[in-house]
């Protein structure tokens, strides 16, 4: 089966950076939908960034974009988050996830949940 492992998580202070790391095992599909997604005590998960292994579908939540770059590399056995410019705000529990295709998540709509079936534990933030 398909297994998602973030990695990278900590404490940074605020203005800083951080870079996460989420490692992909198992058949997935040719091409697929990674995102990243964020939740803090009290709130629903939210989806921040997502980008599709065919390319050119990359997006990002009006509440990062401008500091935070999604990416994967070339075997698209690895999915990366970098935060620059870190806001406390910003704290909270970081999960990765994927799709098979090309799903809506992918394309923009982030309300937009169906086929996002694979998802890791989470890495915690903490922006103080």
């Known amino acids: 089966h398909v297994q998602l492992v973030e990695s990278g998580g900590g404490s940074v202070q605020t203005g800083g950076s951080l870079k996460l790391s989420c490692a992909v095992s198992g058949y997935l599909y040719a091409q697929y939908c990674m995102g990243w997604f964020r939740q803090s005590p009290g709130n629903q998960r939210e989806g921040i960034a997502a980008?599709?292994?065919?390319?050119?579908?990359?997006h990002y939540a009006g509440s990062v974009k401008g500091r935070f770059t999604i990416s994967h590399s070339s075997d698209k056995k690895n999915l990366y988050l970098e935060m620059n410019d870190v806001k406390p705000e910003d704290s909270g529990t970081y999960f990765c996830?994927?799709?098979?295709?090309?799903?809506?998540?992918?394309?923009?709509?982030?309300?937009?949940?169906?086929?996002?079936?694979?998802w890791g534990k989470g890495t915690q933030v903490t922006v103080s």
């Open positions: 996830a994927a799709g098979a295709g090309r799903t809506l998540y992918c394309r923009g709509d982030f309300h937009q949940l169906y086929g996002i079936d694979y």
């Open positions: 980008v599709y292994t065919g390319g050119g579908d990359e």
